[in-house]
Protein backbone atom coordinates (compact mmCIF):
# COMPACT_ATOMS: atom_id res chain seq x y z
CA UNK A 1 0.00 0.00 0.00
CA UNK A 2 1.38 3.29 -1.01
CA UNK A 3 1.51 6.58 1.11
CA UNK A 4 -2.04 7.64 3.07
CA UNK A 5 -0.64 11.22 3.81
CA UNK A 6 1.72 13.47 2.05
CA UNK A 7 2.37 17.19 2.31
CA UNK A 8 1.74 19.63 -0.84
CA UNK A 9 5.68 20.33 -1.25
CA UNK A 10 6.68 16.03 -1.36
CA UNK A 11 3.95 16.07 -4.01
CA UNK A 12 5.07 18.92 -6.16
CA UNK A 13 8.34 17.15 -5.83
CA UNK A 14 7.87 13.69 -6.48
CA UNK A 15 5.82 14.84 -9.31
CA UNK A 16 8.32 17.53 -10.40
CA UNK A 17 5.75 20.69 -10.25
CA UNK A 18 5.96 23.96 -9.91
CA UNK A 19 4.15 24.71 -6.47
CA UNK A 20 2.44 28.04 -4.82
CA UNK A 21 1.21 28.09 -1.45
CA UNK A 22 1.83 26.00 1.80
CA UNK A 23 4.61 23.32 0.96
CA UNK A 24 3.47 21.79 4.38
CA UNK A 25 -0.01 21.50 3.64
CA UNK A 26 -0.90 17.72 4.48
CA UNK A 27 -2.96 16.03 2.07
CA UNK A 28 -4.52 12.70 2.34
CA UNK A 29 -6.38 11.89 -0.78
CA UNK A 30 -7.94 13.22 -4.25
CA UNK A 31 -11.77 14.37 -5.00
CA UNK A 32 -13.03 16.60 -7.69
CA UNK A 33 -13.60 20.47 -7.61
CA UNK A 34 -17.27 20.61 -6.29
CA UNK A 35 -16.52 17.31 -3.34
CA UNK A 36 -13.19 17.83 -2.09
CA UNK A 37 -12.02 18.98 1.16
CA UNK A 38 -8.81 20.65 3.04
CA UNK A 39 -7.32 17.58 2.96
CA UNK A 40 -7.74 16.64 -0.87
CA UNK A 41 -5.80 17.59 -3.98
CA UNK A 42 -8.11 18.10 -7.04
CA UNK A 43 -7.62 18.81 -10.77
CA UNK A 44 -9.00 20.93 -13.80
CA UNK A 45 -8.00 19.45 -17.26
CA UNK A 46 -11.46 19.86 -18.85
CA UNK A 47 -12.75 23.81 -19.58
CA UNK A 48 -16.72 22.55 -18.66
CA UNK A 49 -15.12 21.86 -14.57
CA UNK A 50 -13.70 25.51 -14.64
CA UNK A 51 -17.19 26.62 -12.60
CA UNK A 52 -16.27 24.75 -9.76
CA UNK A 53 -12.66 26.22 -9.35
CA UNK A 54 -13.70 29.52 -7.36
CA UNK A 55 -16.21 27.48 -5.07
CA UNK A 56 -13.62 24.93 -4.49
CA UNK A 57 -12.87 23.74 -0.72
CA UNK A 58 -9.72 21.65 -1.80
CA UNK A 59 -6.15 21.85 0.21
CA UNK A 60 -4.59 22.01 -3.56
CA UNK A 61 -5.46 22.02 -7.03
CA UNK A 62 -3.22 20.75 -10.22
CA UNK A 63 -3.72 23.44 -12.89
CA UNK A 64 -2.43 24.92 -15.72
CA UNK A 65 0.05 27.63 -15.40
CA UNK A 66 -2.52 29.59 -17.39
CA UNK A 67 -4.84 29.79 -15.12
CA UNK A 68 -2.33 30.12 -11.85
CA UNK A 69 -4.49 33.78 -11.15
CA UNK A 70 -7.99 32.31 -10.93
CA UNK A 71 -7.07 29.74 -8.51
CA UNK A 72 -8.45 29.87 -4.53
CA UNK A 73 -6.31 28.02 -2.74
CA UNK A 74 -2.78 26.54 -3.28
CA UNK A 75 -2.04 25.05 -6.44
CA UNK A 76 0.58 22.92 -8.64
CA UNK A 77 1.32 24.00 -11.76
CA UNK A 78 1.53 21.66 -14.98
CA UNK A 79 1.80 21.40 -18.47
CA UNK A 80 -0.63 18.74 -18.46
CA UNK A 81 -2.68 18.82 -15.59
CA UNK A 82 -4.43 15.24 -16.76
CA UNK A 83 -1.48 13.56 -16.72
CA UNK A 84 0.00 15.28 -13.60
CA UNK A 85 -3.38 13.92 -11.94
CA UNK A 86 -2.79 10.33 -13.31
CA UNK A 87 0.71 10.75 -11.53
CA UNK A 88 -0.64 11.84 -8.38
CA UNK A 89 -3.46 8.89 -8.01
CA UNK A 90 -0.48 6.40 -7.94
CA UNK A 91 0.86 8.06 -4.96
CA UNK A 92 -2.33 7.26 -3.21
CA UNK A 93 -3.47 4.45 -4.84
CA UNK A 94 -4.60 2.44 -1.80
CA UNK A 95 -5.01 -1.31 -3.57
CA UNK A 96 -3.72 -4.01 -1.17
CA UNK A 97 -0.13 -5.18 -1.78
CA UNK A 98 0.68 -8.82 -1.56
CA UNK A 99 3.17 -9.32 0.63
CA UNK A 100 6.52 -11.53 -0.83
CA UNK A 101 6.84 -15.29 -0.84
CA UNK A 102 4.26 -18.08 -1.99
CA UNK A 103 0.94 -18.30 0.27
CA UNK A 104 0.89 -21.92 2.26
CA UNK A 105 -2.73 -22.66 -0.09
CA UNK A 106 -0.23 -22.42 -3.06
CA UNK A 107 0.04 -25.17 -5.61
CA UNK A 108 3.22 -24.70 -7.25
CA UNK A 109 5.10 -26.99 -9.54
CA UNK A 110 8.62 -28.14 -8.15
CA UNK A 111 10.09 -27.06 -11.75
CA UNK A 112 8.66 -23.54 -11.60
CA UNK A 113 11.49 -20.73 -11.36
CA UNK A 114 9.70 -17.89 -8.48
CA UNK A 115 11.85 -15.13 -7.54
CA UNK A 116 12.17 -14.15 -4.18
CA UNK A 117 10.58 -11.17 -3.83
CA UNK A 118 7.67 -12.50 -6.20
CA UNK A 119 4.42 -12.46 -4.17
CA UNK A 120 2.16 -16.06 -4.64
CA UNK A 121 -1.71 -15.29 -3.53
CA UNK A 122 -3.82 -17.93 -1.84
CA UNK A 123 -4.93 -21.01 -3.59
CA UNK A 124 -2.99 -20.15 -6.96
CA UNK A 125 -2.07 -22.91 -9.20
CA UNK A 126 1.84 -22.49 -10.72
CA UNK A 127 2.58 -25.07 -13.30
CA UNK A 128 5.82 -26.94 -14.58
CA UNK A 129 8.55 -24.66 -15.95
CA UNK A 130 6.74 -21.91 -15.23
CA UNK A 131 9.31 -18.46 -14.96
CA UNK A 132 7.95 -15.55 -12.55
CA UNK A 133 10.36 -12.41 -11.85
CA UNK A 134 10.97 -9.87 -9.43
CA UNK A 135 8.20 -8.34 -7.57
CA UNK A 136 5.34 -10.50 -9.81
CA UNK A 137 1.93 -10.19 -8.04
CA UNK A 138 0.01 -13.57 -8.20
CA UNK A 139 -3.31 -12.81 -7.05
CA UNK A 140 -5.34 -15.35 -4.91
CA UNK A 141 -6.87 -18.37 -7.35
CA UNK A 142 -5.04 -17.47 -10.15
CA UNK A 143 -3.81 -20.08 -12.80
CA UNK A 144 -0.80 -20.16 -14.55
CA UNK A 145 -0.04 -23.09 -17.01
CA UNK A 146 2.98 -25.00 -17.88
CA UNK A 147 6.07 -22.99 -19.35
CA UNK A 148 4.18 -19.49 -19.30
CA UNK A 149 7.35 -17.02 -18.34
CA UNK A 150 6.30 -13.52 -16.12
CA UNK A 151 8.72 -10.49 -16.18
CA UNK A 152 9.51 -8.45 -13.73
CA UNK A 153 6.84 -6.05 -11.96
CA UNK A 154 3.76 -7.42 -13.23
CA UNK A 155 0.72 -7.66 -11.31
CA UNK A 156 -2.11 -10.75 -12.28
CA UNK A 157 -5.41 -9.76 -10.18
CA UNK A 158 -7.55 -12.38 -8.40
CA UNK A 159 -8.42 -15.59 -11.04
CA UNK A 160 -6.73 -14.54 -13.79
CA UNK A 161 -5.81 -17.46 -16.15
CA UNK A 162 -2.95 -17.81 -18.20
CA UNK A 163 -2.77 -21.41 -20.00
CA UNK A 164 0.50 -22.89 -21.40
CA UNK A 165 3.21 -20.80 -23.37
CA UNK A 166 2.03 -17.68 -22.70
CA UNK A 167 4.71 -14.83 -22.07
CA UNK A 168 3.68 -11.75 -20.54
CA UNK A 169 6.42 -8.57 -20.72
CA UNK A 170 7.40 -6.33 -17.32
CA UNK A 171 4.88 -4.29 -15.71
CA UNK A 172 1.79 -5.84 -16.89
CA UNK A 173 -1.61 -5.58 -15.50
CA UNK A 174 -3.80 -8.52 -15.60
CA UNK A 175 -7.19 -7.81 -14.29
CA UNK A 176 -9.59 -10.27 -12.67
CA UNK A 177 -11.31 -13.03 -15.10
CA UNK A 178 -8.81 -12.65 -18.01
CA UNK A 179 -8.19 -15.26 -19.88
CA UNK A 180 -5.12 -15.50 -21.52
CA UNK A 181 -3.45 -18.64 -24.46
CA UNK A 182 -7.09 -19.87 -24.45
CA UNK A 183 -7.83 -21.91 -28.09
CA UNK A 184 -8.88 -20.07 -30.72
CA UNK A 185 -12.06 -20.47 -32.72
CA UNK A 186 -10.43 -22.77 -35.02
CA UNK A 187 -12.67 -25.87 -37.11
CA UNK A 188 -12.73 -27.58 -40.24
CA UNK A 189 -16.16 -28.47 -40.87
CA UNK A 190 -16.95 -32.45 -42.38
CA UNK A 191 -18.68 -33.10 -45.34
CA UNK A 192 -18.25 -36.50 -46.06
CA UNK A 193 -19.08 -39.72 -43.62
CA UNK A 194 -20.60 -40.40 -40.77
CA UNK A 195 -19.50 -36.93 -39.15
CA UNK A 196 -20.90 -35.41 -42.03
CA UNK A 197 -22.28 -31.83 -40.69
CA UNK A 198 -19.75 -31.97 -37.98
CA UNK A 199 -16.44 -29.91 -36.98
CA UNK A 200 -13.00 -30.94 -36.88
CA UNK A 201 -11.17 -29.06 -33.90
CA UNK A 202 -7.73 -27.58 -35.18
CA UNK A 203 -5.03 -27.93 -32.46
CA UNK A 204 -4.08 -24.25 -31.75
CA UNK A 205 -0.61 -24.83 -31.87
CA UNK A 206 0.82 -20.87 -31.27
CA UNK A 207 0.94 -19.20 -27.88
CA UNK A 208 -0.04 -15.08 -27.25
CA UNK A 209 3.06 -13.03 -26.61
CA UNK A 210 2.51 -9.71 -24.49
CA UNK A 211 4.87 -6.87 -24.28
CA UNK A 212 5.88 -4.40 -21.71
CA UNK A 213 3.27 -2.27 -19.74
CA UNK A 214 0.01 -3.84 -21.58
CA UNK A 215 -3.20 -3.32 -19.18
CA UNK A 216 -5.67 -5.96 -19.63
CA UNK A 217 -9.21 -5.65 -18.50
CA UNK A 218 -11.63 -7.68 -16.62
CA UNK A 219 -13.35 -10.52 -18.46
CA UNK A 220 -11.16 -9.93 -21.68
CA UNK A 221 -10.04 -13.38 -23.60
CA UNK A 222 -6.38 -13.38 -26.06
CA UNK A 223 -6.66 -16.48 -27.89
CA UNK A 224 -3.47 -18.33 -28.53
CA UNK A 225 -2.45 -18.80 -32.26
CA UNK A 226 -3.17 -21.52 -34.20
CA UNK A 227 0.87 -21.63 -35.51
CA UNK A 228 2.17 -18.60 -35.05
CA UNK A 229 1.74 -16.68 -31.63
CA UNK A 230 -0.93 -13.75 -30.86
CA UNK A 231 1.14 -10.77 -30.11
CA UNK A 232 0.47 -7.81 -28.28
CA UNK A 233 2.93 -5.07 -28.46
CA UNK A 234 4.41 -2.49 -25.65
CA UNK A 235 2.10 0.17 -23.80
CA UNK A 236 -1.30 -1.73 -25.29
CA UNK A 237 -4.01 -0.81 -23.27
CA UNK A 238 -7.32 -2.97 -23.22
CA UNK A 239 -10.39 -2.43 -21.34
CA UNK A 240 -12.95 -5.45 -19.99
CA UNK A 241 -14.77 -7.46 -21.58
CA UNK A 242 -13.03 -7.76 -25.12
CA UNK A 243 -11.95 -10.55 -27.33
CA UNK A 244 -8.74 -11.20 -29.19
CA UNK A 245 -8.87 -13.99 -31.66
CA UNK A 246 -5.74 -15.85 -32.99
CA UNK A 247 -3.57 -15.02 -34.61
CA UNK A 248 -4.30 -11.18 -33.99
CA UNK A 249 -1.59 -8.38 -33.77
CA UNK A 250 -1.22 -5.13 -31.75
CA UNK A 251 1.27 -2.70 -32.44
CA UNK A 252 2.46 -0.55 -29.56
CA UNK A 253 0.60 2.15 -27.66
CA UNK A 254 -3.10 1.29 -29.42
CA UNK A 255 -6.12 1.73 -26.72
CA UNK A 256 -9.19 -0.83 -27.59
CA UNK A 257 -12.18 -0.02 -25.36
CA UNK A 258 -14.51 -2.02 -24.08
CA UNK A 259 -16.63 -4.93 -25.76
CA UNK A 260 -14.54 -4.75 -29.08
CA UNK A 261 -14.28 -8.16 -30.83
CA UNK A 262 -11.39 -8.63 -33.01
CA UNK A 263 -11.00 -11.70 -35.44
CA UNK A 264 -8.63 -13.75 -36.35
CA UNK A 265 -5.43 -12.65 -37.77
CA UNK A 266 -6.19 -9.06 -38.10
CA UNK A 267 -2.96 -6.55 -37.95
CA UNK A 268 -4.06 -3.54 -35.62
CA UNK A 269 -1.34 -0.92 -35.87
CA UNK A 270 0.58 1.16 -33.32
CA UNK A 271 -1.56 4.22 -31.80
CA UNK A 272 -4.67 2.89 -32.88
CA UNK A 273 -7.73 3.77 -30.56
CA UNK A 274 -10.71 1.90 -31.03
CA UNK A 275 -13.65 3.01 -29.76
CA UNK A 276 -16.24 0.76 -27.59
CA UNK A 277 -18.39 -2.04 -29.21
CA UNK A 278 -16.45 -2.44 -32.55
CA UNK A 279 -15.97 -5.18 -34.34
CA UNK A 280 -13.21 -5.92 -36.69
CA UNK A 281 -13.30 -8.90 -39.22
CA UNK A 282 -10.21 -11.12 -39.67
CA UNK A 283 -7.25 -11.10 -42.22
CA UNK A 284 -7.33 -7.06 -42.36
CA UNK A 285 -4.65 -4.95 -41.81
CA UNK A 286 -5.50 -1.12 -39.65
CA UNK A 287 -3.09 1.47 -40.24
CA UNK A 288 -1.16 3.35 -37.70
CA UNK A 289 -2.92 6.20 -36.15
CA UNK A 290 -6.72 5.09 -37.15
CA UNK A 291 -9.03 5.75 -34.87
CA UNK A 292 -11.95 3.56 -35.08
CA UNK A 293 -15.28 5.32 -33.40
CA UNK A 294 -17.41 3.37 -30.76
CA UNK A 295 -20.02 0.62 -32.97
CA UNK A 296 -17.85 0.91 -36.00
CA UNK A 297 -17.84 -2.58 -38.28
CA UNK A 298 -14.51 -2.99 -39.86
CA UNK A 299 -15.01 -4.75 -42.81
CA UNK A 300 -11.99 -3.93 -44.75
CA UNK A 301 -8.67 -3.24 -44.48
CA UNK A 302 -7.58 0.44 -43.56
CA UNK A 303 -4.42 2.01 -45.17
CA UNK A 304 -4.09 5.05 -44.01
CA UNK A 305 -4.36 7.38 -40.67
CA UNK A 306 -7.42 9.07 -39.66
CA UNK A 307 -10.91 8.57 -38.08
CA UNK A 308 -13.77 5.72 -39.06
CA UNK A 309 -17.42 5.05 -37.99
CA UNK A 310 -19.90 3.08 -39.43
CA UNK A 311 -23.61 1.78 -38.68
CA UNK A 312 -27.08 2.35 -39.72
CA UNK A 313 -30.17 1.74 -37.76
CA UNK A 314 -31.83 -1.07 -37.70
CA UNK A 315 -34.06 -2.24 -40.44
CA UNK A 316 -35.43 -5.47 -42.23
CA UNK A 317 -32.55 -6.82 -44.70
CA UNK A 318 -33.71 -6.32 -47.62
CA UNK A 319 -34.23 -2.87 -47.11
CA UNK A 320 -30.55 -2.75 -45.58
CA UNK A 321 -28.90 -4.79 -48.05
CA UNK A 322 -30.60 -2.28 -50.93
CA UNK A 323 -29.67 1.04 -48.67
CA UNK A 324 -26.31 -0.23 -47.66
CA UNK A 325 -25.70 -0.11 -51.62
CA UNK A 326 -26.95 3.38 -52.11
CA UNK A 327 -25.06 4.80 -49.40
CA UNK A 328 -21.92 3.66 -50.83
CA UNK A 329 -23.44 5.94 -54.06
CA UNK A 330 -24.27 9.04 -52.11
CA UNK A 331 -21.14 10.58 -52.73
CA UNK A 332 -21.62 10.26 -56.57
CA UNK A 333 -24.87 11.29 -56.53
CA UNK A 334 -24.37 14.34 -54.92
CA UNK A 335 -22.09 15.72 -56.91
CA UNK A 336 -24.77 15.07 -60.00
CA UNK A 337 -27.10 17.10 -57.95
CA UNK A 338 -24.63 19.74 -57.48
CA UNK A 339 -23.93 19.51 -61.44
CA UNK A 340 -27.59 19.26 -62.36
CA UNK A 341 -28.39 22.44 -59.94
CA UNK A 342 -25.82 24.64 -61.43
CA UNK A 343 -27.61 23.35 -65.14
CA UNK A 344 -30.72 24.70 -63.97
CA UNK A 345 -29.77 27.72 -62.86
CA UNK A 346 -27.65 28.53 -65.90
CA UNK A 347 -31.09 28.19 -67.59
CA UNK A 348 -33.13 30.72 -65.52
Known amino acids: MTNTSLTLGEVADRLDLACRGDRARPLTGLATLANAEAHH ?27 VDDCPVDCLLADDPYLAYARLSQLFDDAPMLPAGIHSTAVVASTAQIDASAAIGPLCV ?22 CRI ?11 LLHGVTLGSGCAVHSGAVIGGDGFGFAPIHAG ?33 LDDTVIADNVIIDNLVQIAHNVQIGEGTAIAGSVGIAGSAIIGAHCMIGGGAGIVGHVQIADGVQIQARAFIVGSID ?37 EKQLSNRQ
Request: net charge positive.
Open 304 to 340: KPGAYASGTGMMELRDWRRNAVRFSQLEDMYKRIVEL
Open 41 to 67: VSFLANAKYRKFLHETRAGAVIIAKNL
Open 151 to 161: DAGSKLHPRVT
Open 194 to 226: ERRGQWERIAQLGSVHIGRNVSIGCNTAIDRGA
Open 126 to 147: IGEGVVIGAEVSVGAGTVIGAN
